[in-house]
């Protein structure tokens, strides 16, 4: 849309990142999150106090939506504590092995929670989930050509099970 002040910049994110004045922990264990509350300095404000943002740590995960020969998406019932409910979800994974790539998290998860393999794999989209509090990054696979194969040597437990 134009505004009568002459080209529109492109439409696309961009990296950028504000001076950060001190940064501190909230919670942090072996766990896969962390929280961490940063002071943030405005930039070109100067005069302005830092202000405060709670930041959720997280490693990213990889969504699969996988589709079989007729059209039919396979889904998972899983119960998830802080909602206090059964979803219906897509299966998905944490990339949390330093250097695996998101694409084998995606393969691995499907395999581990659905017990199927796919023949196709085609990146959708990468997408924040959450961009005001967390850095999860979270991406998005369809998988085609789907073949059952037990899920290996994976034992679920807790939620998962």
């Known amino acids: 849309m134009a505004d009568g002040a002459g080209e529109q ?13 001190s940064s501190g922990d909230l919670h942090r ?3 896969v999150v962390a929280l961490r509350e940063d002071r943030i300095q405005r930039p070109g404000h100067p005069e302005e106090e830092p202000f405060r943002r709670v ?4 490693p990213g995960a990889a969504v699969i939506l996988a589709v ?13 504590h802080a909602a ?21 998290v995606a393969r691995r998860e499907l395999v581990e929670e659905a017990g199927y393999e796919a023949q196709e794999w085609t990146h959708l989209v990468s997408t924040y ?18 073949r059952e194969v037990g899920r290996g040597d994976f034992v679920p437990a807790h939620e998962e099970a």
Request: proline share 8%.
């Open 55 to 58: 930041v959720l740590e997280h």
């Open 84 to 104: 206090q409910t059964r979803f219906v979800e897509l299966p998905a994974g944490l990339l949390d092995v330093d250097g695996e790539e998101p694409v084998d």
């Open 29 to 31: 264990d072996g766990w």
């Open 9 to 21: 910049p492109a439409l696309r994110d961009e990296p950028a990142s504000w001076p950060v004045r």
């Open 129 to 146: 989930s959450s961009p005001g509090i967390s850095e999860e990054l979270a991406h998005i696979y369809l998988a085609r050509g789907l």
């Open 68 to 80: 079989d020969d007729e059209e039919r998406v396979l889904c998972l019932w899983q119960y998830r």
